[in-house]
């Protein structure tokens, strides 16, 4: 089992030494405080972590506090799967405190905000 250590700054991508039969890195690995940060809205900022051949990626989305998406969030073409590293995310309906998961349907939507400030892990199966 690998684990991934949030926080921290330019991605750094490491192929670990064991490969797959198609000769293809078995490992990649990246550390948050080395992902270039993207700012999406004031005080939201993504970094990526990883984009898979297949569309799949996956990021660390950092919210301030008494921050909004602006807009609605619409899942497409696939779903989103987060998971609250800290703080307190609140969807537009509810709030969500560190250590909960949350997986969204394609199609499905929300307005992403916070009042005390958040971190997420947000990863896309199908880009």
């Not at 995310?89 to 905000?113: C, K, L, M, T, W």
Request: include cysteine; charge should be negative; glycine fraction near 12%.
């Amino acid at each position: 089992m690998s684990f991934l250590t949030l926080g921290g700054a330019a991605v750094r991508r490491q192929a670990g030494p064991m490969t797959t039969e198609q000769n293809t890195p078995a490992h990649v690995w990246s550390a948050v405080q080395d992902a270039p940060v993207q700012e999406l809205f004031p005080g939201i900022r993504a970094r990526p972590l990883w984009h898979g051949d297949n569309g799949a990626k996956a990021y660390v989305l950092e919210m301030d506090a008494n921050t909004c998406w602006q807009g609605v969030d619409v899942h497409e073409p696939g779903p989103e799967e987060v998971f609250v590293v800290s703080g307190v995310f609140n969807d537009g309906e509810r709030d969500y405190p560190a250590g909960s998961f949350i997986h969204a349907s394609a199609g499905s939507s929300h307005v992403p905000q916070t009042t005390t400030g958040c971190t997420l892990f947000l990863f896309y199966p199908e880009g």
